[in-house]
């Protein structure tokens, strides 16, 4: 779209009264929502928008702006009220526009928009029934569905003009049993930068039952023990650890702005030698993958630890500016209606040599989590309290019975510094994450990982 007005026009009109840089982001995107619970279809909804935004950043300040009318006469109008929120040494450089750079696209099997709208629907439908039927103990079952598609074009004052196009598809299962007075909850999801082939691999009713046997697995659970113990945490737990007790804390604006404990530390030691954290949005289809950031900046991977060693923050175009370094493609954004700020895509520990076997059974004594819950970290000192959603005893090197209730508290430097064994294994993880009122598609993942020693919440 933005080939047909005049790109150069609108953004000198963006810097009449001076700026750094300047941007005009377009977004044209068409999702399905459906959402199936206690037997019904709840909600069905199919939405499409489009528009444009404006950005002018001055002396590390931004002044910003958006509008879903896209005739040229509209983007100089929103031009000109952007820079009036401007005042700084004016822009003496000509602005000329390169031929548009596109991102490299992976092949879909089957495109969302090929897919009957009913046929979407039935598969919901089937799932949240095929859950709420497993077993007697199921109270409340339901079943989201989630589809995607964009096409990004980005223009700026250096020249760069990129486009892309996004697609995505996600399912969700969330089951609550209940037995005897109590009562416990499973969840179960997948997603990709995929089309309907998604569920090729797992399919709708498998990710629901997969759900509900947590649920009901979870009602006959003992209490999990609580105390210091050393805690493996499986490939499968998902990698919210990696993403809160270090990922957000690796973000430049929270470095900036004084509020992550990384801050200062570059070259330094933050975990245990064998940890390499790694954020990667060029890896295929993973769902926090993309050709170029919301800022035109192409995907990257991302060495932040190498073997303990801490290398560098994630940066958008802003704080790379006032760092004096470039962007690392981190500039994310939820839709044309939100400026860009720094966000992880696909942050993993990676993978080392040793066998996941080899680390159960390294193991006497302590709790091995398949899955992890909810959790929350506190960015200025690293500490965190992370859910347990299904977990095990571990005794004399071998998973044991399952229990509930357990939760993980400590502190991110404190913990990856004690993790002691990683394996060769890998699992992912998928979410949306939440930040400034924004939210974005992400992929966490990790090996198998031992930590020496953690505290878990649990009977006492």
Excluded: W
Aim: glycine content about 12%; proline content about 4%.
């Amino acid at each position: 779209m933005l080939e047909t007005v005049n790109i150069e026009a609108i953004l000198r009109q963006a810097l009449a009264a001076g700026g750094e840089f300047a941007e005009i982001y377009f977004e044209e995107g068409h999702s399905t929502q459906i959402v199936a619970e206690d037997g019904r279809v709840e909600k069905v909804l199919c939405s499409a928008d489009r528009g444009a935004s404006i950005r002018v950043i001055s002396d590390f300040r931004t002044a910003f702006g958006y509008t879903n009318d896209v005739t040229e006469q509209s983007l100089l109008e929103l031009a000109a009220t952007v820079s009036n929120g401007v005042k700084g040494k004016l822009f003496d450089r000509t602005i000329i526009i390169s031929p548009r750079a596109r991102g490299v696209e992976y092949p879909v099997a089957r495109h969302p928009e090929s897919i009957p709208l009913a046929d979407k629907v039935a598969l919901v439908a089937a799932a949240e029934k095929a859950a709420r039927q497993a077993a007697p103990s199921v109270r409340q079952a339901m079943a989201l569905y989630r589809d995607g598609v964009a096409a990004v074009q980005t223009a700026n004052s250096l020249g760069e003009f990129t486009e892309s196009r996004r697609i995505g598809t996600m399912f969700a299962a969330q089951v609550v049993a209940a037995a005897e007075g109590a009562m416990q909850t499973g969840y179960e999801s997948a997603g990709a930068c995929r089309g309907f082939e998604l569920f090729a691999e797992k399919s709708a009713d498998e990710i629901a039952l997969t759900a509900a046997g947590r649920a009901v697995m979870m009602l006959s659970a003992r209490r999990a023990p609580g105390g210091r113990m050393p805690v493996i945490l499986s490939s499968t737990a998902g990698g919210t650890m990696v993403h809160e007790a270090i990922g957000h804390g690796l973000e430049a604006d929270l470095v900036q702005n004084g509020i992550s404990v990384y801050r200062g530390k570059l070259g330094q030691k933050v975990a245990s030698r064998v940890v390499t954290v790694i954020d990667d949005a060029t890896i295929p289809y993973a769902r926090g993958s993309f050709p170029f950031d919301s800022e035109g900046v192409p995907a990257q991977k991302n060495v932040l630890v190498e073997n303990g060693i801490l290398k560098g923050y994630m940066y958008d175009r802003l704080t790379a500016m006032k760092d004096g370094c470039s962007s690392t493609g981190n500039g994310r954004r939820e839709s044309y209606h939100a400026k860009p700020i720094v966000r992880m895509t696909n942050t993993l520990i990676a993978p080392g040599r040793t066998s996941p076997d080899d680390i159960i059974r390294a193991v006497p004594h302590g709790l091995f989590v398949r899955k992890m819950g909810g959790g929350q970290v506190n960015t200025v000192t690293g500490d965190f309290m992370f859910e347990v959603a299904e977990g095990y005893l571990l005794e004399n090197g071998a998973i044991g019975e399952p229990v509930q209730g357990a939760t993980l508290t400590g502190n991110g430097p404190e913990v990856l510094t004690g993790i002691i064994m990683v394996g060769s294994d890998l699992g992912f993880g998928i979410g949306t994450c939440g930040k400034d009122g924004q939210g974005v598609p992400v992929a966490d993942a990790q090996p198998t990982l031992l930590i020496g020693e953690m505290i878990v919440g649990g009977a006492v």
